[in-house]
């Protein structure tokens, strides 16, 4: 499926699209998570959770639509400015098992000749190395799936197909698909049998948002959405995007004002060190399935073309997105123990 809301957050780098398919039992298939905003120290998660982590697109290339994992500045920069930055909001509560795989470039997404395939392969890495996770590192513990823009489109494909009436949804804590456009009309269809995450501490379900600043236009945005998905479904409507407030967390509490937010990260993302967290620093509420949000100044967040805050649909609710994960942990604990 094309997803629309998938933009770019990589450097210039030709890559090779023929590489070696990763071995998911070498190390260096995996990034270990380790960095944290400025000055933040987490407690030290309790290991009872696993989190699988998948990272959005990070590489531009004139030539190649799928790339290397392993190349150096690649790497680096899908490391730094991604996986580090936002599989990090999860280290609070869990294990972070985080592939590194030939994700579909830039090229492959604006090529509707090539995407398909570019996205197949790049998913055939995802869906082993959730295998090998579950084969070898997993030993029937609750996990979460979670990942961004390209990354959440991979851990939508997961549920829809290795997850979704399987025994592993019995394990599954939540879904955390961000930063795509899963339309609500795909909650009855797709992912039957896959709640939707209405309440903070609900378990065994999925959720998403889409960022967007304040005041701007949401009309090309979800036209885009729903000829996209009519594009696949005969013409019919998908209704509106899914959105569950990244503050509340609960779908009866669209909106959520700045003195409640816990935590964004400043500063654009990119290579290097994050920059602290700052509390009651972003409002955001949902609205026709976006998250509209007014991010306080001096975030040092900066919107692409459009209004789209898509760069920052994880750094803006860092330490929400923790305290969260570590609430959702819990509660699946306490219902196991009754």
């Given at each position: 499926m094309l997803?629309?809301?998938i933009v770019l957050t990589?450097?210039?780098?030709a890559?090779?699209?023929d590489?070696?398919?990763?071995?998911?039992s070498?190390?260096?298939y995996?990034?270990q998570?380790?960095?944290?905003p400025d000055g933040h120290?987490e407690p030290?998660?309790?290991g009872k959770?696993?989190v699988?982590w998948?990272?959005?697109?990070?590489?531009?290339?004139?030539?190649?639509?799928?790339h290397?994992?392993?190349?150096?500045?690649g790497?680096?920069w899908?490391?730094?400015?991604a996986v580090?930055?936002q599989?990090s909001?999860?280290?609070?509560?869990?294990?972070i098992?985080a592939p590194?795989?030939r994700?579909?470039?830039?090229?492959a997404l604006?090529?509707?000749?090539?995407?398909?395939?570019?996205f197949?392969l790049?998913?055939?890495?995802?869906?082993?190395?959730?295998?090998?996770?579950?084969?070898?590192?997993?030993?029937?513990?609750?996990?979460?799936?979670?990942?961004?823009s390209?990354?959440g489109?991979?851990v939508?494909?997961?549920?829809?197909?290795r997850?979704?009436g399987?025994a592993l949804?019995?394990r599954?804590?939540?879904?955390?698909?961000i930063?795509?456009n899963?339309?609500?009309?795909e909650?009855d269809?797709r992912?039957a049998?896959?709640p939707?995450c209405a309440?903070?501490?609900?378990t065994?379900?999925l959720l998403?948002?889409n960022?967007?600043?304040?005041?701007s236009?949401l009309?090309?945005?979800?036209?885009?959405?729903g000829k996209?998905?009519?594009?696949?479904?005969?013409?019919?409507?998908?209704?509106d995007p899914?959105?569950?407030?990244?503050?509340?967390?609960d779908?009866?509490r669209?909106l959520?004002?700045?003195?409640?937010a816990?935590?964004?990260?400043?500063?654009?993302?990119?290579?290097?060190?994050?920059g602290?967290?700052r509390s009651g620093a972003?409002a955001v509420e949902?609205?026709?399935?976006?998250a509209v949000?007014w991010?306080a100044p001096g975030?040092?967040?900066?919107?692409?073309p459009?209004?789209?805050m898509?760069y920052h649909?994880?750094?803006l609710f860092?330490a929400d997105?923790?305290a969260?994960?570590?609430l959702r942990a819990?509660?699946?604990e306490k219902a196991?123990r009754?």
């Amino acid at each position: 499926m094309l997803l629309l809301a998938i933009v770019l957050t990589g450097v210039e780098r030709a890559v090779a699209a023929d590489v070696v398919p990763p071995d998911y039992s070498q190390p260096q298939y995996w990034t270990q998570v380790t960095a944290l905003p400025d000055g933040h120290v987490e407690p030290g998660a309790s290991g009872k959770v696993d989190v699988f982590w998948v990272h959005p697109t990070t590489t531009r290339s004139a030539t190649d639509f799928n790339h290397d994992p392993l190349d150096p500045a690649g790497l680096k920069w899908t490391d730094e400015s991604a996986v580090q930055r936002q599989a990090s909001a999860f280290a609070a509560c869990c294990r972070i098992f985080a592939p590194r795989y030939r994700a579909a470039t830039n090229k492959a997404l604006f090529d509707p000749a090539k995407r398909d395939a570019a996205f197949a392969l790049a998913y055939s890495d995802v869906e082993r190395a959730f295998d090998w996770y579950m084969a070898h590192e997993n030993a029937g513990r609750p996990f979460i799936l979670a990942g961004h823009s390209q990354g959440g489109a991979h851990v939508a494909s997961l549920l829809e197909k290795r997850i979704r009436g399987s025994a592993l949804q019995k394990r599954m804590v939540a879904a955390y698909v961000i930063g795509i456009n899963l339309m609500t009309a795909e909650l009855d269809t797709r992912f039957a049998g896959i709640p939707v995450c209405a309440k903070p501490a609900q378990t065994g379900c999925l959720l998403q948002w889409n960022a967007m600043l304040a005041g701007s236009d949401l009309e090309p945005v979800l036209a885009a959405y729903g000829k996209a998905y009519a594009a696949l479904h005969d013409g019919q409507s998908g209704g509106d995007p899914l959105c569950i407030n990244p503050v509340t967390f609960d779908a009866g509490r669209p909106l959520a004002i700045s003195s409640q937010a816990k935590g964004a990260v400043t500063g654009t993302p990119g290579l290097g060190a994050m920059g602290p967290l700052r509390s009651g620093a972003v409002a955001v509420e949902c609205r026709r399935g976006i998250a509209v949000v007014w991010p306080a100044p001096g975030l040092g967040l900066e919107p692409l073309p459009g209004g789209s805050m898509h760069y920052h649909d994880v750094g803006l609710f860092w330490a929400d997105i923790g305290a969260n994960a570590v609430l959702r942990a819990k509660a699946w604990e306490k219902a196991r123990r009754k």
